[in-house]
Nanobody
Framework: VQLQASGGGLVQPGGSLRLSCAAS????????ISWFRQAPGKEREGVLC????????YFQDSVKGRFTISRDNAQNTMYLQMNSLRPEDTAVYYC????????????????WGQGTLVTVSS
């Protein structure tokens, strides 16, 4: 099981980015898979999750209306579309799964991608 996160970068406030999480070794849409983030000096926190049914669960009220989660089953890839980015969204973003079927914000996930840095700054 491997997860490969990509798509981070430097963006101005109000801008957009799309992060990707490519999965290998398992069929992504059979399981719940989440995005987490860790800002400098802060604990890792859950952001969004997509369940095996395709339902999205937000773990942070601050991203509602700005971030959306989706997946491409043919590509075995999950995406995080981030719009109206704010400086406080600056963090390393990770995708993770415990190969369960329910979305939880727990960081006790067995499989993690390597993280991709998102910097929101003017």
């Amino acid at each position: 099981v491997q997860l490969q996160a990509s798509g981070g970068g430097l963006v101005q406030p109000g801008g957009s980015l799309r992060l990707s999480c490519a999965a290998s070794g398992f069929t992504l849409h059979y399981y719940a898979i989440s995005w987490f983030r860790q800002a400098p000096g802060k604990e890792r926190e859950g952001v969004l999750c997509i369940s095996n049914s395709g339902a999205g669960t937000y773990f942070q009220d601050s991203v509602k209306g700005r971030f959306t989660i989706s997946r491409d089953n043919a590509q075995n890839t999950m995406y995080l579309q981030m719009n109206s980015l704010r400086p406080e969204d600056t963090a390393v973003y990770y995708c993770a799964t415990d190969l369960g079927f329910r979305c939880t914000a727990s960081t006790a996930k067995e499989y993690w991608g390597q993280g991709t840095l998102v910097t929101v700054s003017s």
